[in-house]
């Protein structure tokens, strides 16, 4: 079944973390594929996608940017049977966070879904969204599901790390449900909390950043980590062409396996990762803090199983991390002195 031909489809941001990933997992269940990158000649990007099983038969590289006027999507659209929308500015530094970011996300989806429109032939669209849709807000409720949004007004009064990012995915994704409400076009949209996970990137994924700032001693991401959930990039990828192929798919989609508090990673990494010198304790952050959930329930009914433990997912994304060199072997220098003196 897997070496018959299917599609086209598109997934825009095809070099990112979860987009390159996704168009593997894509490939290798046949489908044709169209990966809309902003830079077809940087071949650091494009490379890794060349590299994979099967592009050579079904794969073609497009140039689009959600930066472009309103139309540049039309051509690579047109005669796909889907779009997978990944592709999401992710500049957590911009000086200029409503032009970077901010409307390029709104203006991007909204452009992609009238290219859609004109094509016809588009069945299903699948924009990858984001937890930060669902549950930045002052308090944080025990359980989160599909008809919770974020507190937009907290997020602009407290401008925590990634507050444009929160801000984007969380109006852009409103403006898509209004616009296919006057239109005809099936919008599923999938909520993943922090992707964790083996990559084929060249460069760390912001979401990798943030899952493995504990290793690095990244601070300004510990907050992000304070009340997390977690799900395995592999997992992700699968929820994404499951959904697509469902026929009772509808709506928003929640897609987490685990969550934690900043402890319990925290606890959870030195015991398995003795090499690294771990923080266990947050002085900004209470000891006792509980676990926020966020329910896969609509999911899992559909019939999806998860196949990564939170384990799992972190040693495919250190094994991957320490493969490229973005991360060091070890951080204890006790160990590591200890490893000398027995080659010596």
């Not at 830079?39 to 689009?64: F, G, H, Q, Y």
């Not at 959600?66 to 139309?71: I, P």
């Not at 049977?81 to 500015?89: D, N, R």
């Amino acid at each position: 079944m897997e070496n018959e031909k299917k599609g086209p489809v598109v997934v825009t941001g095809a070099s990112g973390y979860v987009g390159s990933w996704l168009v593997m997992k894509l490939l290798k269940k046949g489908y044709v594929v169209r990966a809309t990158v902003r830079d077809p000649t940087n071949l650091k990007k494009v490379k890794p996608l060349l590299d994979l099983p099967r592009s050579n038969e079904l794969l073609s590289i497009w140039k689009a940017d959600l930066d472009d006027v309103e139309g540049s999507f039309d051509e690579v659209i047109r005669g796909s049977i889907g779009v997978f929308h990944v592709a999401t500015p992710m500049n957590f530094q911009s000086k200029d966070p409503e032009n970077e970011v901010i409307k390029p996300a709104i203006n991007g989806l909204l452009g992609i879904l009238r290219s859609c429109k004109k094509a016809g032939s588009v069945q299903r669209v699948i924009f990858t969204s984001s937890a930060g849709t669902v549950n930045v807000e002052e308090h944080q409720a025990a359980v989160y599901d599909e008809s919770c949004w974020s507190d937009l007004d907290f997020v602009n009064r407290v401008k925590m790390t990634g507050w444009m990012y929160f801000l984007s995915k969380t109006l852009a994704e409103k403006a898509a449900w209004e616009f296919v409400k006057d239109n005809d076009i099936h919008l599923i949209t999938i909520i993943p909390t922090l992707v964790v996970g083996s990559f084929i990137t060249s460069e760390m994924p912001p979401s990798m950043i943030t899952a493995l700032s504990l290793i690095t001693g990244n601070d300004a991401h510990y907050s992000i980590l304070k009340q997390v959930q977690f799900v395995h990039l592999d997992d992700v990828c699968d929820a994404h062409i499951f959904l697509f192929e469902h026929p009772k798919a509808n709506g928003r989609y929640i897609c987490s396996s685990y969550d934690s508090t900043i402890y319990g990673l925290a606890e959870m990494l030195k015991n398995r990762y003795p090499t690294y010198v771990i923080p266990q304790k947050f002085k900004e952050i209470d000891p006792d803090i509980k676990c926020v959930s966020f329910s896969s329930k609509k999911l899992l009914e559909l019939g999806f199983k998860y196949k990564y433990s939170m384990e799992e997912m972190f040693d495919d994304a250190i094994n991957t991390c320490r493969d490229k060199k973005l991360i060091p072997l070890n951080t204890n220098q006790e160990i590591v002195l200890a490893a000398e003196k027995l080659r010596n």
